[in-house]
């Protein structure tokens, strides 16, 4: 205290001539609008600039909530997607009561597995959100597979790289479909498989899901033709298909419940 004391009385006159300063300072600024303005701009300035910092500080620590609110998003946007047709809606988005047939969850990949014969993911959803078996699962680029198992808090999804897997699809230029399977040795093709010869086959045509089964919708991307032979019978094609999707890196997926399966299924039951 008594440190303090000696440097007041030591600089006595420069702290006087400070605060007088400060006070015509503040004078000047308080009777002139220019100088004012001037002061004002140059402190909004510099705050700004602080709070920019700032905020951009909370967007880098806020990026996980942000991909959550954007993974939202692409669900609703998807849902209006898969419930138009030719390009206008049945009826706005809305929910189980509406019309609406598809239903999205989000979920995020904890293991995903594509160097062995029959792989599987295991993703961060299941029976308390709502997800169940024989549930489609996508990416925004196109599908990874269906849900063959789940528990309480997780689900595995029986990927397309499975030799088990059968999945529904179609040549998108034509309505001429067959069944893709995986032959198990490159993780980027896969075979479509019963496609009849009289179909008009071609390197690069689009490969999509079919919709002829509950699970997916129809037209959801697949991939792209890399080369075609015929099988031993000479009646249909074997396709080869490069995925849209690299199945090495899958980190967040969308799980697809159609709201009228069951429906669909009681109808088919009837028939057999």
Do not use: C
Request: no cysteine.
């Amino acid at each position: 205290m008594q440190q303090i004391i000696n440097f007041l009385i030591k600089n006595k006159t420069f702290i006087l001539f400070l605060l007088l300063f400060s006070f015509s300072v503040f004078l000047t600024f308080q009777s002139h609008s220019y100088h004012k303005s001037k002061f004002i701009n140059s402190a909004n300035f510099l705050t700004g600039g602080i709070y920019k910092s700032v905020n951009n500080i909370k967007q880098y620590f806020g990026l996980k909530e942000e991909n959550e609110i954007l993974l939202e998003e692409n669900n609703r946007l998807k849902s209006i997607l898969f419930n138009t047709e030719n390009g206008e809606l049945k009826q706005p988005f809305s929910d189980k009561k509406t019309s609406i047939n598809y239903k999205l969850i989000a979920a995020q990949v904890y293991k995903n597995s594509y160097s062995a014969a029959n792989n599987y993911l295991t993703i961060n959803k299941g029976i308390k959100d709502s997800v169940k078996q024989d549930l489609g699962v996508i990416t925004s680029k196109g599908i990874v597979g269906i849900i063959d198992n789940t528990s309480k808090k997780y689900a595995r999804v029986m990927s397309i790289l499975n030799t088990n897997s059968r999945i529904n699809s179609q040549l998108k230029k034509s309505d001429h479909f067959g069944t893709l399977k995986w032959n198990a040795e490159s993780p980027q093709i896969v075979q479509l498989l019963d496609v009849p010869k009289l179909a008009p086959v071609a390197v690069g045509d689009t490969i999509i899901t079919g919709g002829r089964s509950t699970i997916f919708p129809k037209g959801i991307g697949i991939g792209k033709v890399v080369s075609f032979q015929l099988d031993e019978t000479e009646n249909y094609y074997i396709i080869d298909v490069k995925l849209f999707n690299d199945m090495t890196n899958i980190g967040h997926v969308y799980i697809i419940e159609n709201l009228d399966a069951e429906e669909i299924s009681t109808l088919y039951k009837q028939d057999e």
